[in-house]
């Protein structure tokens, strides 16, 4: 996993692709929407305790609006005893393609998601999800996703994912949002 | 939600549906697995505070392999600002359809989840899925499930999921269990 973390990177100091940071809350990084209700948390940062829930670190390209992301799922991710539920990694796919379709379009909605479980991942173990858009129809966005081992040797889910851009008008590219 | 919540208690008072306990780790409701990796907990239930994550209650009719789920997602589930989260969504329906074919299936694990999501769930909403058993062809048993709004009047979600049994031979029936 250590030398998988380093090719990224190396893949990130080539300024193509980008480390971005975890986010705790949907109002960082959509601070235009003004709706706060108290204490709420992005789903994927709610479990607290170092290593146990949604443990990532995410490349983005958005030139490609591709997307790799490393994810150790934690142990208070079980469903299956010594295996990760499969409801968490659902999750954790929609939630890093929606950041890889929101980095190059501000509004956007899942409308379907769909996946395959082809070998299921052991508590302990890490995986690297490689996401990538394959095409824009409209205002649809059509991704994929496939759930590796960091070997590269099993392939454990593959997902293909449908987004609804709510405003193909408002178009954000790296340069207006400051290189940010 | 108390009106629907009541309904359900009736219905369960009929003998004909059960309410689930909610478990904290899969080792409980599947003892017989003694793989054991420490301090694991099962998915949905890992959220600790009152109302803030998964706060659900299920009630099941074995008979007719159906389950209904009364869903109230806490602020920790957060996705979009003031809306729920996708992949939480999706958590909890695979959770539900995974119970209701362990209960008559003890061996079966997901191959395929495809979600619609039609209409965002609010924060502090409270949903009613339906889930029930379509079919099955061999080893493969066909789920579908409905998230709708408890006054019945919207739709948020629909899903379809297909299980493989792992053992057709080892069936489980509430006689066996002595009625649990």
Same mark, same amino acid.
């Given at each position: 996993?250590?030398?998988?973390? &380093?090719?990224?990177?190396?893949? $990130?100091?080539?300024?193509?692709? $980008?480390?971005?940071? @975890?986010?705790?809350?949907?109002? %960082? *990084?959509?601070? %235009?929407?003004?709706?706060?209700?108290? !204490?709420?948390?992005?789903?994927?940062?709610?479990?607290?305790?170092?290593?146990?829930?949604?443990?990532?670190?995410?490349?983005?390209?958005? $030139?490609?609006? @591709?997307?790799?992301?490393?994810?150790?799922?934690?142990?208070?991710?079980?469903?299956?005893?010594?295996?990760?539920?499969?409801?968490?990694?659902?999750?954790?796919?929609?939630?890093?393609?929606?950041?890889?379709?929101?980095?190059?379009? &501000?509004?956007?909605?899942?409308?379907?998601? @769909?996946? #395959?479980?082809?070998?299921?991942?052991?508590?302990?173990?890490?995986?690297?999800? !490689?996401?990538?858009? %394959?095409?824009?129809?409209?205002?649809?966005?059509?991704? @994929?996703?496939?759930?590796?081992?960091?070997?590269? #040797?099993?392939?454990?889910? &593959? $997902?293909?994912?449908?987004?609804?851009?709510? !405003?193909?008008?408002? *178009? &954000?590219?790296?340069?207006? #949002?400051?290189?940010?």
């Amino acid at each position: 996993m250590r030398r998988q973390y &380093r090719c990224l990177l190396a893949m $990130a100091a080539t300024g193509a692709w $980008a480390r971005l940071p @975890s986010y705790c809350s949907a109002h %960082e *990084h959509l601070p %235009e929407v003004l709706v706060m209700l108290g !204490d709420t948390r992005l789903f994927l940062c709610t479990i607290k305790g170092a290593g146990v829930g949604f443990e990532y670190t995410m490349f983005l390209n958005a $030139a490609e609006c @591709s997307l790799h992301c490393l994810f150790q799922p934690g142990p208070y991710l079980e469903g299956h005893p010594s295996l990760i539920h499969g409801g968490a990694i659902t999750a954790i796919i929609d939630g890093m393609l929606g950041t890889c379709t929101l980095a190059v379009a &501000r509004k956007v909605m899942t409308a379907n998601l @769909s996946i #395959d479980y082809l070998v299921p991942v052991p508590l302990g173990a890490a995986v690297l999800l !490689d996401g990538h858009a %394959e095409r824009l129809e409209g205002r649809k966005v059509f991704l @994929s996703c496939h759930v590796q081992s960091v070997e590269g #040797d099993t392939l454990h889910a &593959r $997902a293909t994912c449908l987004f609804i851009w709510l !405003d193909p008008t408002e *178009h &954000r590219t790296r340069e207006e #949002d400051g290189g940010r």
